[in-house]
């Protein structure tokens, strides 16, 4: 049975290209898992999704009698056994896709979060004060360093490429995309060595035919 990756059915332009479905496809393209897409209603959430995921987030997918949400645990379930989680290096692999998402993401999301606040505030409420976003930078920097210093001597976070790498640079492309990483140079390095990987063009190409497909949904519905 092929498996189904949900994604949402549509939404603005600001978060194009970083919606966390790429993460998945792009894990699915590197191991040459065939998949289709399904979507779920970004607004409001339907009962059908708060079913498959409580706090109404994407991605989520289907393998089988499986329905697994949360990015970390797909990428490991649709790369395990592969080159990307093989089980001699399950630990390490596991120790950095943790770290990505549980020491670096949390700290750059919740940057990031502000500021997006501060330039949507009729989507996202009341903005926050520069000093508030400035110090969540500083804080989000100081894992960014941690990063940068372990990139300067070597290509992948883990040996060679693996998932915690997919997890990594997603994380990172968000932070860079508003400025973030001007001053990590290994870590601007190690992005562009990431995302010139054929897998990963052809994530984010199908990822944003999605939106562009959505799009034009929308148009026909209105029309
Ligand atoms: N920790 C979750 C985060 C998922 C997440 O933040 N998903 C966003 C898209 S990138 C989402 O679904 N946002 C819609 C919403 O929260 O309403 C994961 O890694 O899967």
Request: aromatic share 10%; proline share 6%.
């Amino acid at each position: 049975m092929t498996l189904t990756l949900y994604t949402l059915d549509w939404v603005p332009d600001f978060p194009r290209g970083f919606v966390r479905d790429l993460r998945v496809r792009w894990a699915l393209e590197e191991v040459g898992q065939p998949y289709e897409t399904a979507t779920v209603p970004s607004r409001p959430k339907s009962d059908t999704h708060l079913g498959m995921q409580p706090f109404g987030q994407v991605p989520i997918i289907r393998d089988g009698d499986l329905t697994l949400f949360e990015s970390g645990a797909i990428l490991q379930h649709v790369a395990r056994g592969t080159a990307l989680f093989p089980d001699d290096r399950r630990a390490e692999i596991s120790q950095w896709l943790f770290a990505a998402l549980n020491t670096v993401e949390m700290a750059t999301m919740h940057w990031q979060v502000m500021l997006l606040g501060q330039k949507f505030p009729d989507f996202f409420g009341p903005p926050p004060s520069g000093d508030v976003i400035d110090h969540a930078f500083a804080f989000a920097k100081t894992r960014l360093d941690a990063i940068e210093k372990r990139m300067a001597t070597r290509d992948w976070i883990a040996g060679d490429f693996s998932i915690a790498d997919i997890a990594m640079v997603d994380t990172l492309r968000n932070v860079a995309s508003e400025g973030g990483l001007a001053d990590h140079g290994a870590l601007s390095a190690y992005l562009d060595r990431a995302t010139a990987r054929p897998a990963f063009e052809r994530a984010m190409r199908d990822h944003m035919a999605h939106w562009q497909a959505a799009d034009a949904a929308r148009e026909t519905e209105t029309a």
